[in-house]
Antibody
């Protein structure tokens, strides 16, 4: 079965950093673009970032460009999101998804809270 | 960025009756490869989103055939032929044609 498991969320102070991970299994990881999508408490879905299967192309929402970095390790079947200069408005549950153009499989999400 | 506009944002429905959600994009979603990357997602309370429809009109595996997608260019629709209790939740359209991807605001489907 296809499975995505996010980890790395937690409480961080404004201006701080955090690295999220997404462990993938059940499919050929490097064949798929991957994506991060977030959802602030009680709000809608926001596409955050995407990465090509080989990791050579990356894309970002304007709201995170220059602060977040998406990457992947295809030898470990793992997707990452490095988040720097975190702001209160980055507080959300972060989901990883398979297929950046329309995720067909989602993880359960990991909660990031930015607060002093 | 491409703006996705859904309507209505709230949709009270009667069980067994049809329902329809509109999604409009601020620019054409046809990619140079000829594909249109317009998706529909369902999110039930407390759950991760689930993709229902991809590339405008293709149902994902396991999605009941009462769900259908249609449209082209900038104008798209999700239809539920007969609403069932398990269909309650929030529905989002999402375009994956232009980077960055963008979602609509969401339409909350609830029982009248």
């Amino acid at each position: 079965d296809v499975q995505l498991v996010e980890s790395g969320g937690g409480l961080v102070q404004p201006g701080g950093s955090l690295r999220l991970s997404c462990a993938a299994s059940g499919f050929t990881f490097n064949n798929f673009e991957m994506t991060w999508v977030r959802q602030a408490p009680g709000k809608g879905l926001e596409w955050v970032s995407g990465i090509a299967g080989g990791g050579d192309s990356t894309f970002y929402a304007d709201s995170v460009k220059g602060r977040f970095t998406i990457s992947r390790d295809n030898s470990k079947n793992t997707l990452y999101l490095e988040m720097n200069s975190l702001r209160a408005e980055d507080t959300a549950k972060y989901f990883c998804g398979r297929d950046a153009r329309g995720p067909d499989c989602w993880g359960q999400g990991t909660l990031v809270t930015v607060s002093s | 960025d491409v703006v996705m506009t859904q309507s209505p944002l709230s949709l009270p429905v009667t069980l067994g009756q049809p329902a329809s959600i509109s999604c409009r994009s601020s620019q054409s979603l046809v990619l140079s490869d000829g594909n249109t990357y317009l998706n529909w997602f369902q999110q039930r309370p407390g759950q991760s989103p689930r993709r229902l429809i991809y590339m405008v009109s293709n149902r994902d595996s396991g999605v009941p055939d009462r769900f259908s997608g249609s449209g082209s260019g900038t104008d798209f629709t999700l239809k539920i032929s007969r609403v069932e209790a398990e269909d309650i939740g929030i529905y989002y359209c999402m375009q994956g044609t232009h980077w960055p991807g963008t979602f609509g605001q969401g339409t909350k489907v609830e029982i009248k």
